[in-house]
Nanobody
Framework: QVQLLESGGGLVQAGGSLRLSCAASGRTFSTYNMAWFRQAPGKEREFVAGIDWVSNTDYADSMKGRFTISRDSAKNTVYLQMNNLKSEDTAVYYC??????????????????WGQGTQVTVSS
């Protein structure tokens, strides 16, 4: 079992930055691949970024250059640094953990474990 707890969301002006954190429980965290998804009101959940257990990363095209995903296995935590935020980034952001590849998680939009989500609101 892996439990995930996101934090760091909030209200920010367009052009600003936020860093989301996802704290994971469980001794097998280091072997899980991790991802961030988001869901805006009235829209489907979408992949944001992923990082595998050896820290290879993948990003959705609209996030490349603005978002950075990282992990600290000593702290069992995954981060999402979000810069130059836009109003369209407003969504609930979810952390996910799964033993499958990031490519599979992204393609199937599924993961074994999910956090409860953290709200990010970007005002224009």
């Amino acid at each position: 079992q892996v439990q995930l707890l996101e934090s760091g969301g909030g209200l920010v002006q367009a052009g600003g930055s936020l860093r989301l954190s996802c704290a994971a429980s469980g001794r097998t965290f280091s072997t899980y691949n991790m991802a961030w998804f988001r869901q805006a009101p009235g829209k489907e959940r979408e992949f944001v970024a992923g990082i595998d257990w050896v820290s290879n990363t993948d990003y959705a095209d609209s996030m490349k250059g603005r978002f950075t995903i990282s992990r600290d296995s000593a702290k069992n935590t995954v981060y999402l640094q979000m810069n130059n935020l836009k109003s369209e980034d407003t969504a609930v952001y979810y952390c996910a953990a799964d033993p499958r590849t990031i490519a599979a998680i992204r393609a199937q939009q599924r993961a074994n474990y999910w956090g409860q989500g953290t709200q990010v609101t970007v005002s224009s």
